[in-house]
């Protein structure tokens, strides 16, 4: 069975894999607190019942890559695949920092690549919102980062004096009478729009029309505001995107000395 990890800046998603068919999703808080030894009886607690042969990690989180490493090497007994740009990806990176491109960014574009064919753009809503830009010939041309519905939500509530803390949830119209109704408004209709613009200007850039894919946790409610829908929602994009690139590397394991920062 194969675990494919990704942490990410607030959660730590663990996804498992039979051969291609996808088992369970697995998560853990990002906690830059909690020790490698702490990690590591959590990590067993949750994987004990399963008969893990492979594991591939993405990490943008610094503070977390080794430590989690080094933590299920202890588990696993044996050392995960570590993602950067310097491995097998079976896509070209051509944005101008490769080396800056976030392993999470880098699995949505291999798995889009893979599964999609054509131009993509994935649209990755987390505690940013990103997207990940793929043409057709397999290249990872760049991106967009924005600020993420929960951190936007938060901005407010932290920046201003009088502003509530407010839960995610349908903006009943774009004119807000009172003023949870205004937040929503701004923030989930405001990230659908920002969506439909940039869309457009990204597929004028590329010069060809791309299919959409959306994945991350509030996919599902953006799309309900969108003027053109997304043509997917794939919620295990980015473990998917980790599986082929452990496919790509694992027939010789013992040649990629992983690149766990110490």
Partial sequence: MLLVTDIGNTNITLGLFDGDRFVQELRLASDKDLSGEEYEVLLDSLLKEFKIDGCIVASVVEELSSKLCHSLNRVLGFEPIFVTN???LGIKIISDEPDKVGADRIANAVAVAGLYGGAVIVIDFGTATSFDIVNSKKEFTGGIIAPGINTQMKCLKNSTSKLPKIEVSFSKSAIGHNT???????????????IDGLVAQCEQELGEKAKIVATGGYCGLIANYLKRPFDDINSILTLQGLKMIYELNCKDCSSYKQEILN
């Fill in 86 to 88: 310097k491995i097998n």
């Fill in 180 to 194: 949870t109704d205004a937040i929503l408004s701004g923030v989930i209709r405001g990230t659908a729009c920002m």
